[in-house]
């Protein structure tokens, strides 16, 4: 779930000299900022070396050589000999470094380890309904983030842009994905968006991170399609919902332009579950498959 707030969206229009007036100019801007995010900005996507996910009770030990951004990587527990240990307990983490306790609220924002290296964490499941941490390593230098050649979309088609039906679950019944880690991750079942398109008429689930419904700002759908393991990603895509006022919203605007690989497209170092909603049509709009020539 990772779609732009529009005023970002706008901002981004304005400084390229792009004026952001229909729905196709929004979502080239958007593009800008996907590249960012995946290769640019310091806590970049392809920038992540390494990653640790700790359950309750669990430690991790940062090991490296000082001087040598690419040593730097997570081993399991406090048994090795390292720079930082970080745990987590009764549902929070931290770490000590050189003796000293670094809290929560430091390692969510950065913590610099050496010269290109520095560390962030933050809240996860690491099961279905499982509390727990991720810690990502971060290199400066990363050969992936400084190969990365752009995000590769179909054009835009303003076909795939479409209105919906939305029929919530009043229940918000949890339903847990296989992730690309081997395990599990829960999100409830927001409701059901109908909808036409190509003719067809489709019914699509919608899930959020959140059981509160006062507090869902966002769903999501992740989906598979005819082009799925040809032309797009193999485990399926995502595309996000939001600015519709209070859930549940009565309509939405389903734009498939923005459909979206998950992070695990090109990184080994995220939970993303994987799709099994299926649309029984060949959706060609949003990312196409970045392990495939196009």
């Known amino acids: ?45 392809l920038k992540i070396q390494d990653a640790a996910y700790l359950g309750e009770g669990q430690s991790a030990t940062l090991r490296g050589t000082r001087g040598q951004p690419a040593s730097y990587r997570w ?16 549902g929070h983490f931290s770490a000590v470094m050189n003796g000293k306790t670094i809290d929560e609220a430091a390692l969510s924002k950065t913590v610099v380890i050496d010269k290109d290296i520095d560390i962030s964490g933050q809240a996860t499941q690491v099961n279905a309904g499982v509390p727990g941490a991720r810690i990502f390593l971060y290199n400066q230098q990363a050969a992936a983030a400084k190969a990365f050649k752009g995000v590769d979309y179909f054009p ?8 919906a039906s939305f029929k919530p679950d009043p229940k918000l019944v949890p339903h847990a994905f296989r992730t ?10 927001a409701g059901d968006a109908t909808f036409t398109l190509e003719g067809k008429r489709i019914t699509l689930p919608f899930y959020a991170s959140n059981k509160d419904p006062k507090k869902i700002a966002t769903f999501a759908a992740f989906f598979t399609d005819a082009l799925t393991g040809k032309e797009t990603y193999g485990a399926g895509r ?3 919902i939001e600015k519709f006022g209070a ?38 709009a949003g990312e196409k498959d970045p392990h495939t020539k196009h």
């Open 247 to 284: 859930y549940p919203p009565k309509t939405i605007t389903i734009d498939f332009n923005y459909a979206y690989n998950p992070n695990c497209s090109r990184s080994d170092f995220y939970t993303c579950p994987i799709a099994i909603d299926n649309l029984v049509i060949a959706v060609r």
């Open 156 to 163: 835009y088609d303003p076909a795939y842009r479409v209105q």
């Open 180 to 189: 690309s880690r081997g395990t599990d991750k829960e999100f409830y079942h």
């Open 238 to 240: 995502y595309v996000d």
């Open 75 to 90: 081993a399991p527990g406090t048994k090795v000999k390292g720079v930082l240990v970080v745990t987590f307990v009764k």
């Open 1 to 45: 779930m990772k779609r732009l707030l529009l005023s970002v969206v706008f901002f981004l229009a304005a400084a390229s000299g792009v004026s952001a007036d229909t729905p196709e100019q929004i979502w080239k801007a958007s593009l800008v900022q996907d590249n960012v995010d995946w290769a640019q900005k310091p806590h970049a996507i």
